[in-house]
DNA sequence: AAGTGGTCTAGACCACCAT
DNA sequence: TGGTGGTCTAGACCACTTA
Protein backbone atom coordinates (compact mmCIF):
# COMPACT_ATOMS: atom_id res chain seq x y z
CA UNK A 1 0.00 0.00 0.00
CA UNK A 2 2.61 2.43 1.00
CA UNK A 3 4.97 4.10 -1.78
CA UNK A 4 8.41 4.27 -1.09
CA UNK A 5 9.74 7.59 -1.39
CA UNK A 6 13.12 7.31 -2.72
CA UNK A 7 14.73 10.28 -1.70
CA UNK A 8 17.59 11.61 -3.61
CA UNK A 9 19.98 13.96 -2.24
CA UNK A 10 18.08 17.57 -4.08
CA UNK A 11 14.59 17.64 -4.55
CA UNK A 12 12.71 18.74 -1.49
CA UNK A 13 9.93 15.79 -0.21
CA UNK A 14 6.69 17.64 -0.89
CA UNK A 15 8.19 18.33 -4.88
CA UNK A 16 8.54 14.17 -4.36
CA UNK A 17 5.28 13.55 -3.57
CA UNK A 18 3.84 16.09 -5.93
CA UNK A 19 5.82 13.85 -8.35
CA UNK A 20 3.96 10.88 -7.46
CA UNK A 21 0.34 12.47 -7.30
CA UNK A 22 0.62 14.30 -10.57
CA UNK A 23 1.52 10.64 -12.58
CA UNK A 24 -1.13 9.22 -10.26
CA UNK A 25 -3.53 12.51 -12.05
CA UNK A 26 -2.00 11.61 -15.59
CA UNK A 27 -2.79 7.60 -15.67
CA UNK A 28 -6.39 8.61 -14.60
CA UNK A 29 -6.03 6.69 -10.98
CA UNK A 30 -9.01 9.09 -10.33
CA UNK A 31 -11.73 9.88 -12.79
CA UNK A 32 -12.80 13.81 -13.63
CA UNK A 33 -14.71 15.48 -11.29
CA UNK A 34 -13.97 12.48 -8.33
CA UNK A 35 -12.68 13.18 -5.27
CA UNK A 36 -9.06 12.14 -4.56
CA UNK A 37 -8.32 10.02 -1.08
CA UNK A 38 -8.22 12.20 2.13
CA UNK A 39 -5.27 14.29 3.08
CA UNK A 40 -4.80 11.92 6.14
CA UNK A 41 -4.61 8.93 3.94
CA UNK A 42 -2.71 10.16 1.04
CA UNK A 43 -0.26 11.21 3.97
CA UNK A 44 0.14 7.55 5.35
CA UNK A 45 0.39 6.42 1.65
CA UNK A 46 3.45 8.52 1.14
CA UNK A 47 4.78 8.37 4.47
CA UNK A 48 5.05 11.95 5.29
CA UNK A 49 3.28 14.10 7.45
CA UNK A 50 -0.01 16.17 6.85
CA UNK A 51 1.71 19.33 6.34
CA UNK A 52 4.06 18.19 3.54
CA UNK A 53 1.25 16.26 1.66
CA UNK A 54 -0.60 19.96 1.91
CA UNK A 55 2.29 21.48 0.56
CA UNK A 56 2.09 18.99 -2.66
CA UNK A 57 -1.30 19.60 -2.64
CA UNK A 58 -0.75 23.61 -2.95
CA UNK A 59 1.47 23.48 -5.63
CA UNK A 60 -1.63 21.38 -7.77
CA UNK A 61 -4.38 23.66 -6.21
CA UNK A 62 -2.16 26.65 -7.70
CA UNK A 63 -1.65 24.70 -11.56
CA UNK A 64 -5.57 24.08 -11.80
CA UNK A 65 -4.88 20.34 -11.34
CA UNK A 66 -7.27 19.62 -8.48
CA UNK A 67 -9.43 21.52 -6.41
CA UNK A 68 -9.99 21.72 -2.59
CA UNK A 69 -13.64 21.58 -0.89
CA UNK A 70 -13.62 22.58 2.27
CA UNK A 71 -15.47 19.51 4.81
CA UNK A 72 -15.93 17.52 1.10
CA UNK A 73 -12.90 16.45 -0.33
CA UNK A 74 -10.14 17.53 -2.96
CA UNK A 75 -11.48 16.82 -6.23
CA UNK A 76 -9.81 16.71 -10.10
CA UNK A 77 -10.45 20.23 -11.41
CA UNK A 78 -13.24 19.65 -14.19
CA UNK A 79 -13.87 21.61 -16.98
CA UNK A 80 -17.54 22.85 -16.78
CA UNK A 81 -19.09 26.35 -18.18
CA UNK A 82 -17.57 28.04 -15.40
CA UNK A 83 -13.44 27.12 -15.43
CA UNK A 84 -14.16 27.75 -19.34
CA UNK A 85 -15.17 31.20 -18.89
CA UNK A 86 -12.43 31.61 -16.11
CA UNK A 87 -9.54 30.83 -17.25
CA UNK A 88 -9.67 29.55 -20.89
CA UNK A 89 -12.03 32.00 -22.67
CA UNK A 90 -11.20 35.64 -22.74
CA UNK A 91 -12.86 37.20 -25.10
CA UNK A 92 -15.46 39.78 -23.68
CA UNK A 93 -17.62 42.55 -25.09
CA UNK A 94 -16.49 45.93 -25.20
CA UNK A 95 -18.98 47.08 -22.88
CA UNK A 96 -21.50 45.06 -20.84
CA UNK A 97 -21.65 41.53 -19.88
CA UNK A 98 -19.46 38.64 -20.40
CA UNK A 99 -21.33 35.79 -22.48
CA UNK A 100 -21.07 32.34 -22.72
CA UNK A 101 -20.10 31.46 -26.69
CA UNK A 102 -22.39 29.29 -28.87
CA UNK A 103 -20.86 26.77 -31.11
CA UNK A 104 -21.71 26.08 -34.19
CA UNK A 105 -19.18 23.15 -36.48
CA UNK A 106 -18.23 23.84 -40.02
CA UNK A 107 -15.65 21.04 -40.88
CA UNK A 108 -14.18 17.75 -39.11
CA UNK A 109 -11.60 16.50 -41.22
CA UNK A 110 -8.77 13.86 -41.26
CA UNK A 111 -5.32 14.78 -42.23
CA UNK A 112 -1.56 14.91 -41.71
CA UNK A 113 0.28 17.09 -39.28
CA UNK A 114 2.61 19.85 -41.32
CA UNK A 115 5.96 20.41 -40.16
CA UNK A 116 5.29 22.97 -37.82
CA UNK A 117 2.26 22.05 -36.23
CA UNK A 118 3.99 18.61 -35.53
CA UNK A 119 6.62 20.53 -33.94
CA UNK A 120 4.40 22.37 -31.35
CA UNK A 121 2.22 19.05 -30.70
CA UNK A 122 5.46 16.99 -29.88
CA UNK A 123 4.17 14.56 -32.50
CA UNK A 124 6.38 13.66 -36.28
CA UNK A 125 5.66 15.36 -39.42
CA UNK A 126 3.29 13.18 -41.21
CA UNK A 127 1.28 12.24 -38.29
CA UNK A 128 -2.33 11.78 -38.11
CA UNK A 129 -4.36 14.78 -36.95
CA UNK A 130 -7.58 16.19 -36.71
CA UNK A 131 -8.70 19.58 -37.91
CA UNK A 132 -11.74 20.87 -37.07
CA UNK A 133 -13.46 24.63 -37.70
CA UNK A 134 -16.17 26.02 -35.65
CA UNK A 135 -17.63 29.45 -35.55
CA UNK A 136 -18.00 31.34 -32.19
CA UNK A 137 -21.39 33.67 -31.88
CA UNK A 138 -22.11 35.74 -29.08
CA UNK A 139 -25.17 37.03 -28.38
CA UNK A 140 -26.29 35.73 -32.11
CA UNK A 141 -23.63 37.82 -33.74
CA UNK A 142 -20.78 35.40 -35.15
CA UNK A 143 -17.34 36.32 -33.57
CA UNK A 144 -14.78 33.97 -33.30
CA UNK A 145 -13.70 31.43 -36.16
CA UNK A 146 -11.56 28.46 -34.71
CA UNK A 147 -9.39 26.11 -36.40
CA UNK A 148 -8.09 23.50 -34.02
CA UNK A 149 -6.16 20.14 -34.58
CA UNK A 150 -5.73 17.39 -32.44
CA UNK A 151 -3.57 14.62 -32.73
CA UNK A 152 -5.08 11.84 -33.66
CA UNK A 153 -3.74 9.56 -31.19
CA UNK A 154 -4.94 11.28 -28.13
CA UNK A 155 -8.60 10.91 -29.57
CA UNK A 156 -8.93 7.71 -31.29
CA UNK A 157 -12.68 7.34 -31.71
CA UNK A 158 -13.11 11.28 -31.87
CA UNK A 159 -16.02 11.76 -34.84
CA UNK A 160 -17.71 14.73 -35.99
CA UNK A 161 -21.06 12.45 -34.27
CA UNK A 162 -19.52 12.54 -30.99
CA UNK A 163 -18.26 16.23 -31.60
CA UNK A 164 -21.81 18.16 -32.27
CA UNK A 165 -23.29 15.91 -30.18
CA UNK A 166 -21.35 17.27 -26.26
CA UNK A 167 -23.97 19.31 -24.22
CA UNK A 168 -20.97 20.85 -22.49
CA UNK A 169 -17.08 22.62 -23.39
CA UNK A 170 -14.96 20.99 -25.63
CA UNK A 171 -12.59 20.16 -22.75
CA UNK A 172 -15.10 18.50 -20.65
CA UNK A 173 -15.22 16.17 -23.86
CA UNK A 174 -11.34 15.77 -24.22
CA UNK A 175 -11.52 15.35 -20.33
CA UNK A 176 -14.17 12.78 -20.07
CA UNK A 177 -13.72 10.51 -23.10
CA UNK A 178 -10.29 10.77 -23.85
CA UNK A 179 -9.16 11.33 -20.00
CA UNK A 180 -7.05 14.62 -21.73
CA UNK A 181 -7.39 17.56 -18.76
CA UNK A 182 -6.04 20.85 -20.39
CA UNK A 183 -4.61 22.55 -17.47
CA UNK A 184 -2.88 24.98 -19.44
CA UNK A 185 -2.59 27.58 -22.36
CA UNK A 186 -0.12 29.42 -24.19
CA UNK A 187 -1.56 32.22 -26.72
CA UNK A 188 0.30 34.51 -29.16
CA UNK A 189 -1.87 37.31 -30.48
CA UNK A 190 -1.54 39.40 -34.17
CA UNK A 191 -3.53 41.84 -36.03
CA UNK A 192 -4.07 40.61 -39.33
CA UNK A 193 -7.11 41.23 -42.02
CA UNK A 194 -9.98 38.83 -43.00
CA UNK A 195 -9.61 37.18 -46.11
CA UNK A 196 -12.72 36.83 -48.30
CA UNK A 197 -13.83 33.20 -46.12
CA UNK A 198 -13.36 34.99 -42.77
CA UNK A 199 -15.02 37.98 -44.08
CA UNK A 200 -18.00 36.25 -44.87
CA UNK A 201 -18.16 33.76 -42.23
CA UNK A 202 -17.74 36.39 -39.30
CA UNK A 203 -20.02 39.43 -41.69
CA UNK A 204 -16.97 41.71 -41.89
CA UNK A 205 -15.87 43.04 -44.90
CA UNK A 206 -12.88 41.64 -46.70
CA UNK A 207 -9.38 43.31 -45.75
CA UNK A 208 -11.24 44.29 -42.30
CA UNK A 209 -8.87 44.05 -38.92
CA UNK A 210 -8.79 40.75 -37.36
CA UNK A 211 -7.50 39.71 -33.87
CA UNK A 212 -5.40 36.51 -34.56
CA UNK A 213 -4.95 34.16 -31.77
CA UNK A 214 -2.66 31.15 -31.98
CA UNK A 215 -2.84 28.40 -29.10
CA UNK A 216 -1.39 25.80 -27.30
CA UNK A 217 -2.89 23.83 -24.95
CA UNK A 218 -1.15 21.61 -22.65
CA UNK A 219 -1.76 19.02 -19.80
CA UNK A 220 -0.05 17.41 -17.60
CA UNK A 221 4.11 17.46 -17.24
CA UNK A 222 3.02 20.39 -19.83
CA UNK A 223 2.36 18.17 -22.97
CA UNK A 224 1.12 19.62 -25.78
CA UNK A 225 -2.46 18.34 -26.57
CA UNK A 226 -4.43 20.85 -28.97
CA UNK A 227 -3.26 23.53 -31.48
CA UNK A 228 -6.10 26.27 -32.15
CA UNK A 229 -5.46 29.54 -34.38
CA UNK A 230 -8.63 31.65 -33.66
CA UNK A 231 -9.67 34.62 -35.92
CA UNK A 232 -12.02 37.48 -33.53
CA UNK A 233 -13.94 40.03 -34.78
CA UNK A 234 -13.08 42.83 -32.25
CA UNK A 235 -15.11 45.93 -33.42
CA UNK A 236 -17.70 44.47 -30.05
CA UNK A 237 -15.25 42.27 -28.61
CA UNK A 238 -11.77 42.35 -26.59
CA UNK A 239 -9.48 39.45 -25.71
CA UNK A 240 -9.06 40.27 -21.98
CA UNK A 241 -5.53 39.18 -19.95
CA UNK A 242 -5.04 40.02 -16.39
CA UNK A 243 -1.91 39.58 -15.61
CA UNK A 244 -0.29 38.97 -12.50
CA UNK A 245 -3.28 38.08 -10.76
CA UNK B 1 7.13 47.41 19.41
CA UNK B 2 4.96 44.57 18.95
CA UNK B 3 1.30 45.61 16.78
CA UNK B 4 -1.84 43.92 18.07
CA UNK B 5 -3.34 42.13 16.07
CA UNK B 6 -7.34 42.72 16.25
CA UNK B 7 -8.31 39.54 15.95
CA UNK B 8 -11.98 39.44 14.39
CA UNK B 9 -14.03 36.44 14.18
CA UNK B 10 -13.92 35.66 10.43
CA UNK B 11 -10.45 36.71 9.03
CA UNK B 12 -7.39 34.07 9.44
CA UNK B 13 -4.78 35.21 11.16
CA UNK B 14 -2.35 34.84 8.62
CA UNK B 15 -4.56 37.12 6.20
CA UNK B 16 -4.15 39.75 9.11
CA UNK B 17 -0.65 39.45 9.11
CA UNK B 18 -0.71 39.89 5.03
CA UNK B 19 -2.62 42.77 5.56
CA UNK B 20 -0.96 44.22 7.95
CA UNK B 21 2.58 43.75 5.96
CA UNK B 22 0.93 45.30 2.85
CA UNK B 23 0.19 47.97 4.33
CA UNK B 24 3.04 48.52 5.64
CA UNK B 25 4.42 48.13 2.21
CA UNK B 26 2.51 49.88 0.90
CA UNK B 27 3.44 52.93 3.48
CA UNK B 28 7.17 52.72 2.33
CA UNK B 29 8.11 51.74 5.52
CA UNK B 30 10.60 49.68 3.56
CA UNK B 31 12.22 51.03 0.19
CA UNK B 32 12.80 49.79 -3.24
CA UNK B 33 15.21 46.78 -3.47
CA UNK B 34 15.64 46.94 0.58
CA UNK B 35 15.56 44.07 2.90
CA UNK B 36 12.25 43.75 5.48
CA UNK B 37 12.85 42.28 8.41
CA UNK B 38 13.74 38.61 9.25
CA UNK B 39 11.05 36.06 9.49
CA UNK B 40 11.60 35.39 12.79
CA UNK B 41 11.57 39.38 13.92
CA UNK B 42 8.40 39.54 11.82
CA UNK B 43 6.78 37.03 13.88
CA UNK B 44 7.60 38.19 16.84
CA UNK B 45 6.45 42.12 16.00
CA UNK B 46 3.01 40.61 15.11
CA UNK B 47 2.91 38.09 18.20
CA UNK B 48 2.76 34.78 15.62
CA UNK B 49 4.01 31.58 14.85
CA UNK B 50 6.87 31.47 12.38
CA UNK B 51 4.67 28.95 10.00
CA UNK B 52 1.69 31.23 10.04
CA UNK B 53 4.12 34.39 9.08
CA UNK B 54 5.48 32.81 6.53
CA UNK B 55 1.67 31.85 5.26
CA UNK B 56 1.15 35.49 4.93
CA UNK B 57 4.43 35.89 2.82
CA UNK B 58 4.08 33.35 0.70
CA UNK B 59 0.73 35.23 -0.47
CA UNK B 60 2.98 38.33 -0.98
CA UNK B 61 5.01 36.12 -3.14
CA UNK B 62 2.78 35.11 -5.40
CA UNK B 63 1.84 38.79 -5.79
CA UNK B 64 5.12 40.05 -6.73
CA UNK B 65 5.44 42.29 -3.86
CA UNK B 66 8.66 40.72 -2.07
CA UNK B 67 10.95 38.38 -3.37
CA UNK B 68 12.76 35.87 -1.31
CA UNK B 69 16.70 34.63 -1.09
CA UNK B 70 17.50 32.37 0.48
CA UNK B 71 20.26 32.71 3.41
CA UNK B 72 19.75 36.72 2.62
CA UNK B 73 16.08 37.74 3.35
CA UNK B 74 13.08 39.07 1.95
CA UNK B 75 13.28 42.30 -0.11
CA UNK B 76 10.87 44.50 -2.15
CA UNK B 77 10.25 43.20 -5.31
CA UNK B 78 12.12 45.53 -7.97
CA UNK B 79 11.62 46.89 -11.22
CA UNK B 80 14.61 45.91 -13.21
CA UNK B 81 15.28 44.85 -16.69
CA UNK B 82 14.56 41.43 -15.95
CA UNK B 83 11.28 41.77 -14.33
CA UNK B 84 9.61 43.63 -16.71
CA UNK B 85 10.68 41.55 -19.57
CA UNK B 86 9.50 38.68 -17.82
CA UNK B 87 6.18 39.75 -16.54
CA UNK B 88 5.09 42.96 -17.54
CA UNK B 89 6.48 42.98 -22.00
CA UNK B 90 4.56 41.14 -23.98
CA UNK B 91 5.73 41.52 -27.30
CA UNK B 92 8.50 39.22 -28.76
CA UNK B 93 9.34 38.44 -32.08
CA UNK B 94 7.48 36.70 -34.76
CA UNK B 95 10.99 33.97 -34.26
CA UNK B 96 14.14 35.05 -32.47
CA UNK B 97 15.42 35.65 -29.53
CA UNK B 98 13.49 38.24 -26.88
CA UNK B 99 14.80 41.46 -27.53
CA UNK B 100 15.11 44.55 -24.56
CA UNK B 101 13.01 47.81 -26.42
CA UNK B 102 14.51 51.41 -26.97
CA UNK B 103 12.33 54.10 -25.97
CA UNK B 104 12.26 57.21 -27.26
CA UNK B 105 9.58 59.71 -26.02
CA UNK B 106 7.89 61.84 -28.10
CA UNK B 107 5.61 63.82 -26.24
CA UNK B 108 5.59 64.84 -22.50
CA UNK B 109 2.01 67.06 -22.10
CA UNK B 110 -0.19 68.00 -19.06
CA UNK B 111 -3.73 67.66 -19.59
CA UNK B 112 -6.92 67.35 -17.77
CA UNK B 113 -8.46 63.49 -17.89
CA UNK B 114 -11.39 62.58 -19.43
CA UNK B 115 -14.37 61.24 -17.79
CA UNK B 116 -13.63 57.63 -18.93
CA UNK B 117 -9.98 58.03 -17.67
CA UNK B 118 -11.02 59.36 -14.82
CA UNK B 119 -13.08 55.97 -14.06
CA UNK B 120 -10.18 53.70 -14.42
CA UNK B 121 -7.93 55.95 -12.44
CA UNK B 122 -9.75 56.05 -9.39
CA UNK B 123 -9.49 60.01 -10.04
CA UNK B 124 -12.45 62.91 -11.10
CA UNK B 125 -12.47 63.90 -14.28
CA UNK B 126 -10.67 66.36 -14.91
CA UNK B 127 -8.19 66.05 -12.28
CA UNK B 128 -4.78 67.16 -13.45
CA UNK B 129 -2.90 64.37 -15.27
CA UNK B 130 0.16 63.48 -17.43
CA UNK B 131 0.32 62.02 -20.71
CA UNK B 132 3.27 60.82 -22.45
CA UNK B 133 3.85 59.31 -26.07
CA UNK B 134 6.36 56.91 -26.26
CA UNK B 135 7.92 55.18 -29.31
CA UNK B 136 8.98 51.41 -28.54
CA UNK B 137 12.13 50.13 -31.40
CA UNK B 138 13.06 46.54 -31.21
CA UNK B 139 16.34 45.84 -32.87
CA UNK B 140 16.59 49.32 -34.64
CA UNK B 141 12.62 48.86 -36.31
CA UNK B 142 9.45 50.70 -34.32
CA UNK B 143 7.46 48.55 -33.16
CA UNK B 144 5.19 49.66 -30.61
CA UNK B 145 3.55 53.23 -29.83
CA UNK B 146 2.80 54.15 -26.01
CA UNK B 147 0.20 56.50 -24.99
CA UNK B 148 0.26 56.63 -21.12
CA UNK B 149 -1.76 58.48 -18.64
CA UNK B 150 -0.72 59.02 -15.56
CA UNK B 151 -2.12 61.32 -12.17
CA UNK B 152 -0.35 64.11 -11.85
CA UNK B 153 -0.60 63.45 -7.73
CA UNK B 154 0.90 60.28 -7.95
CA UNK B 155 3.51 61.64 -9.61
CA UNK B 156 4.26 65.75 -8.60
CA UNK B 157 7.63 66.64 -9.67
CA UNK B 158 7.77 64.20 -12.18
CA UNK B 159 9.49 66.33 -15.78
CA UNK B 160 9.92 65.51 -19.41
CA UNK B 161 14.06 66.11 -18.24
CA UNK B 162 13.35 63.13 -15.60
CA UNK B 163 11.52 61.03 -17.68
CA UNK B 164 14.11 61.02 -20.38
CA UNK B 165 17.18 61.02 -17.96
CA UNK B 166 16.21 57.65 -16.42
CA UNK B 167 18.86 54.55 -16.81
CA UNK B 168 16.65 51.93 -16.19
CA UNK B 169 12.64 51.17 -16.99
CA UNK B 170 10.04 53.55 -16.38
CA UNK B 171 8.50 51.05 -13.66
CA UNK B 172 11.97 51.47 -11.97
CA UNK B 173 11.11 55.36 -12.06
CA UNK B 174 8.01 54.77 -10.62
CA UNK B 175 9.03 52.66 -7.73
CA UNK B 176 12.05 54.43 -6.71
CA UNK B 177 11.45 58.43 -7.50
CA UNK B 178 7.63 58.28 -6.21
CA UNK B 179 7.55 54.97 -4.57
CA UNK B 180 4.93 53.33 -6.77
CA UNK B 181 5.26 49.65 -6.96
CA UNK B 182 3.42 48.26 -10.01
CA UNK B 183 2.31 44.60 -8.95
CA UNK B 184 -0.34 43.70 -11.65
CA UNK B 185 -1.83 45.19 -15.17
CA UNK B 186 -4.88 44.21 -16.35
CA UNK B 187 -4.83 44.58 -20.75
CA UNK B 188 -7.44 44.36 -23.16
CA UNK B 189 -6.97 43.62 -26.80
CA UNK B 190 -8.53 44.01 -29.67
CA UNK B 191 -7.07 44.66 -33.81
CA UNK B 192 -7.68 47.93 -35.21
CA UNK B 193 -6.02 50.01 -38.52
CA UNK B 194 -3.13 52.50 -38.32
CA UNK B 195 -3.88 56.27 -38.88
CA UNK B 196 -1.50 58.45 -40.70
CA UNK B 197 0.41 59.84 -37.52
CA UNK B 198 0.85 56.25 -36.39
CA UNK B 199 1.28 55.01 -39.95
CA UNK B 200 4.34 57.30 -39.65
CA UNK B 201 5.67 56.97 -36.62
CA UNK B 202 5.52 53.22 -37.11
CA UNK B 203 6.29 52.81 -40.80
CA UNK B 204 3.74 51.17 -41.94
CA UNK B 205 1.20 52.31 -44.72
CA UNK B 206 -1.96 54.15 -43.62
CA UNK B 207 -4.95 51.29 -43.03
CA UNK B 208 -2.19 48.55 -42.03
CA UNK B 209 -3.75 46.16 -38.98
CA UNK B 210 -2.07 46.84 -36.09
CA UNK B 211 -2.35 45.23 -32.17
CA UNK B 212 -4.24 48.16 -30.07
CA UNK B 213 -3.48 47.20 -26.27
CA UNK B 214 -5.19 48.88 -23.66
CA UNK B 215 -3.27 48.56 -20.01
CA UNK B 216 -3.89 49.72 -16.67
CA UNK B 217 -1.14 48.71 -14.29
CA UNK B 218 -2.16 48.83 -10.41
CA UNK B 219 0.11 48.60 -7.52
CA UNK B 220 -0.79 47.73 -3.74
CA UNK B 221 -4.55 47.68 -3.01
CA UNK B 222 -5.71 46.86 -6.53
CA UNK B 223 -4.99 50.89 -6.71
CA UNK B 224 -4.48 51.71 -10.30
CA UNK B 225 -1.67 54.54 -11.26
CA UNK B 226 -0.97 54.36 -14.94
CA UNK B 227 -3.17 54.13 -18.62
CA UNK B 228 -1.61 53.29 -21.50
CA UNK B 229 -2.72 52.55 -24.68
CA UNK B 230 -0.08 50.82 -26.98
CA UNK B 231 -0.22 50.04 -30.71
CA UNK B 232 1.90 47.08 -32.07
CA UNK B 233 2.84 46.51 -35.54
CA UNK B 234 2.72 42.70 -35.11
CA UNK B 235 4.10 41.99 -38.82
CA UNK B 236 7.24 40.72 -37.22
CA UNK B 237 6.40 40.84 -33.42
CA UNK B 238 3.04 39.05 -31.57
CA UNK B 239 2.28 39.29 -27.98
CA UNK B 240 3.02 36.68 -25.90
CA UNK B 241 0.62 35.32 -23.33
CA UNK B 242 0.89 32.20 -20.83
CA UNK B 243 -1.97 31.53 -19.02
CA UNK B 244 -2.21 29.61 -15.58
CA UNK B 245 1.72 29.55 -15.54
C1' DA C 1 30.29 31.17 12.71
C1' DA C 2 26.14 33.54 12.67
C1' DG C 3 22.02 34.77 10.38
C1' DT C 4 18.70 34.04 6.80
C1' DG C 5 15.06 31.55 4.38
C1' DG C 6 13.47 26.40 3.27
C1' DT C 7 11.79 21.93 4.79
C1' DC C 8 9.54 18.68 7.72
C1' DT C 9 7.23 17.04 11.66
C1' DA C 10 3.36 16.07 15.21
C1' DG C 11 -0.37 17.59 17.13
C1' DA C 12 -4.32 20.64 18.55
C1' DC C 13 -8.20 22.86 17.25
C1' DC C 14 -11.60 25.16 13.96
C1' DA C 15 -15.00 25.46 10.01
C1' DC C 16 -17.64 23.15 6.95
C1' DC C 17 -20.46 19.42 4.98
C1' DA C 18 -22.98 15.20 4.64
C1' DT C 19 -25.88 11.95 7.00
C1' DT D 1 -21.89 12.74 14.48
C1' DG D 2 -17.94 11.73 11.85
C1' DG D 3 -15.08 12.99 8.16
C1' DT D 4 -13.08 16.55 5.36
C1' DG D 5 -10.12 20.47 4.50
C1' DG D 6 -8.22 25.02 6.96
C1' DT D 7 -5.54 27.27 10.56
C1' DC D 8 -2.03 27.72 13.98
C1' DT D 9 1.65 26.36 16.86
C1' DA D 10 6.54 25.05 18.50
C1' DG D 11 10.45 23.18 17.43
C1' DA D 12 14.15 20.61 14.87
C1' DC D 13 17.04 20.57 11.23
C1' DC D 14 18.84 21.81 6.45
C1' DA D 15 20.75 24.95 2.72
C1' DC D 16 22.52 29.06 1.56
C1' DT D 17 24.90 33.59 2.13
C1' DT D 18 27.94 36.79 4.22
C1' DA D 19 31.55 38.06 7.02
Redesign the pocket.
Same mark, same amino acid.
Given at each position: MNQVLD $?G?A???? =???KRLLTHSLAQGEWGAGE?????????KRF??????? +? =?A?DEL?AEGAVV +? $??? +???FIASHGATRLMFHFFHIVPHDGEKQYPRTATLAFRRGRAAAMEAAKLGIAAGDAVLRIRNLLSLGSKPVILDELVLPQRLFPDLSEKILTARDNTIYHLYQTRYGINVLRTSERLRATVADVEAAQLLGVRKGAPLLEINRVAYTYHDAPVELRRSLVDTTEHEYFSDIGK
Open positions: $RIAPLY =KEVALPSETQLAGVSIGTL +R =KIV +R $RQG +RGT
